[in-house]
């Protein structure tokens, strides 16, 4: 099935739009093949052709390098992350493990900025975790405690101090983490494609069909060409199950979101001319929101389970109104239609909130399903599983190997029945904060 993705991100149009765009046409060989532009392929791309240089290297994306999920998140490289089943003090050490990737996340981020200076509107602002229900406090503590013990820097902040922080009196209480960054993820993504190495050649709009593993080869159909390759990665993440890899641990979930029209400088002032900041929801599905440094209001505050290849723009409008209610509640002295821009884009999980990074047979590799942390984790995995492709080690493997592993699915119908109900009883209990 191919995949057919909405075009109206604010984030992808802030880009210019690029030209010489090639897609798989004919029959190609090559050493490495990468499935999958997204921060995870182009990062294993642009590390596979520092290690290779003289190798041929094949990039291949469904639709456009880096503008699948990727380009389409909301812009958090998380530090600390709340609804991953690490809240309570008994699991203060699997929080660990999982900070640490974090760490490493933000740190080859940094650096990839740094070499290649970057302009992704990179701020070292923090984030909060806010709830508008004072009975989450409870909940905040506990995360709090968790925190503490591992030296994270954070403070307990309550409603005066938030609507002067956000412009905003919807929050009643909040969690304030400072190591967390905020950025302009189209642009990140973006720089990934225009730093890829000379011996890496990228195809895009070319949707993977069929692939097979025969002795030492991988044979990988598309629609109007074969690759014949020596090693594939697979960072589809969202897409791995439809891949075949590694059904029984992943699903895909459909999120969308909506962004403003830059407010105007009276709007501005009408909220209190805030700094940019970020907001994460508490409660599982409540609503992810964020003020850009120019001025717009962006809101994630719908997640499903349905078909992963398409969001049509009927269903786009409808989703954009509840993001309008969203936008309403939480600034009513702002006008009713400020939203320029809705979009879609998929997350991959698993049960256990962990990711997926291995080898599967000599010469096949995967690395996915980042759970919401994909920028930062996503870009880590990426370099780490070409190193791991090569038969390499690393301290950052020996980092992620260390991490609790995926833990197994239900078969169908119980899986997606009980995805469907758990994002229910978390839609009921999140129905103040969307």
């Not at 765009?21 to 093949?33: A, G, M, P, R, T």
């Not at 075949?244 to 962004?259: E, K």
Request: proline share 4%; charged share 25%; hydrophobic share 35%.
């Amino acid at each position: 099935m191919e995949l057919n993705n909405d075009k109206h991100c604010s984030w992808i149009h802030d880009l210019s739009p690029r030209t010489n765009i090639k897609s798989v046409d004919s029959k190609k060989e090559c050493e490495w093949l990468i499935i999958g532009a997204g921060y995870t392929g182009l990062s294993a791309a642009r590390k596979l052709g520092q290690l290779n240089p003289n190798q041929k290297i094949i990039l291949v994306d469904a639709q456009l390098a880096g503008e699948g999920a990727s380009g389409r998140n909301s812009g958090y490289l998380v530090d600390t992350t709340l609804n991953d089943g690490f809240s309570s003090s008994r699991e203060v050490e699997n929080y660990k493990k999982k900070s640490e990737i974090y760490n490493l996340g933000i740190e080859v981020v940094k650096n990839y900025i740094k070499e290649y200076q970057v302009d992704c509107d990179w701020n070292e602002s923090g984030k909060y975790f806010a709830s508008s229900k004072i009975e989450d406090l409870k909940k905040i503590i506990n995360f709090s405690d968790t925190l503490s013990k591992l030296g994270f820097d954070h403070k307990l902040l309550y409603n005066d101090e938030l609507s002067k922080e956000l412009g905003t009196k919807f929050y009643n209480v909040a969690l304030y983490t400072k190591g967390g960054i905020l950025l302009h993820p189209g642009k990140l993504a973006r720089s990934m494609v225009n730093t890829l190495p000379n011996n890496v050649e990228l195809y895009e709009n070319s949707n993977l069909i069929n692939w097979s593993s025969f002795k030492d080869y991988i044979f990988c159909e598309f629609k109007n060409g074969k690759i014949k390759t020596k090693k594939i990665i697979f960072a589809t993440n969202g897409f791995l199950k439809s891949l075949g890899i590694r059904i029984n641990y992943n699903f895909p979930i459909t999120l969308t979101a909506s962004m403003t029209r830059p407010l105007t400088d009276g709007e501005f002032k009408l909220i209190g001319e805030p700094k940019e900041w970020g907001v994460l929801p508490i409660r599982p599905m409540g609503a992810t929101v964020r003020m850009t440094k120019d001025k717009r209001i962006l809101i994630r505050n719908t997640a499903e389970l349905r078909n992963p290849f398409k969001m049509s723009d009927a269903d786009l409008i409808k989703r954009s109104l509840i993001q309008k209610i969203g936008i309403k509640k939480r600034f009513p002295q702002l006008p009713e239609n400020l939203i320029k821009s809705t979009w879609s884009g998929i997350v991959s999980r698993t049960r256990n909130s962990s990711q997926i990074f291995e080898k599967i047979k000599e010469n096949i590799f995967v690395a996915g399903c980042y759970n919401g942390s994909g920028i930062g984790v996503g870009t880590l995995f990426g370099e780490q599983i070409a190193i791991k492709a090569i038969n390499e080690n690393s301290k950052e493997i020996e980092t992620i190997e260390r991490r609790n592993k995926p833990t197994w699915l239900p078969p169908q119908p119980f899986l997606n029945f009980g995805i469907k109900t758990r994002l229910m009883y978390e839609r009921f209990r999140a129905k103040s904060e969307v």
